[in-house]
């Protein structure tokens, strides 16, 4: 069981992932979008990247067949302004596995988020990530050339005051990735949307 405090780093990251995630129109702030940094605030025990001998490798790509996605995977974490993390070498094409929680394929909740669209609102890695449905597939290829399956099983909007935290970063019950993106109406004032989506998916 993660701490408490830790849920509450987590809300805060989730919530601010919309500004990392969603920038629509935003071209004078694109080079700055996503850029993680190593020295920011872990909200987990700093993870090894070191592959668990027998045990899954590093996530480096992402296979989504039914919305067309096949994309790079980075490593991404908490910045120094405590926003969750964004790929940063291919923004817009690259998905980010939050390395402080669990590798796709072990005990626990791992996180991949990417964006869902580009300055001038054209689309990115995860624009079609709505459409995905109970029972769609979405695979990772690790750093043992193993490639790891999950099953969809379900697909959920929250406002990220209303957003299960424990459920979404912190459940152990299982082998599971949740797939993160921005949904709902642009608020141009706090440069976000006034929703995430998240997709969750169960290792077959």
Partial sequence: MVRQPVFRQLQFAFALLAFCCCLIGCDAQAS?????????PAIFPPASVTPTPGGPGIPLRL??????VNAPIEQVGIDSNGDLGTPSASP????????????????????????????????AVFWRLYELRAGD????????????????????????????????????????????????????????????????????
């Fill in 32 to 40: 700055v979008v996503g850029q993680a940094h190593a020295d920011g």
């Fill in 63 to 68: 296979l989504i067949p039914a919305i067309g």
């Fill in 92 to 123: 817009w094409t690259d998905t980010g596995w939050y390395v402080n929680g669990p590798r796709p394929g072990e005990k626990g909740s791992a996180v991949i988020d990417g964006h869902l669209n580009r300055p001038g609102n054209t689309p």
């Fill in 137 to 204: 597939e979405a695979d990772v290829i690790d750093s043992n050339g193993k490639k790891l399956r999950f099953r969809v099983t379900d697909v959920e909007y929250y406002t990220p005051q209303n957003a299960p935290y424990q459920l979404i970063f912190g459940n152990n019950s299982g082998k599971y990735l949740n797939l993160i993106t921005c949904a709902g109406d642009w608020i141009p004032s706090q440069h976000q949307t006034t929703q995430r989506l998240v997709v969750y998916t169960r290792l077959i």
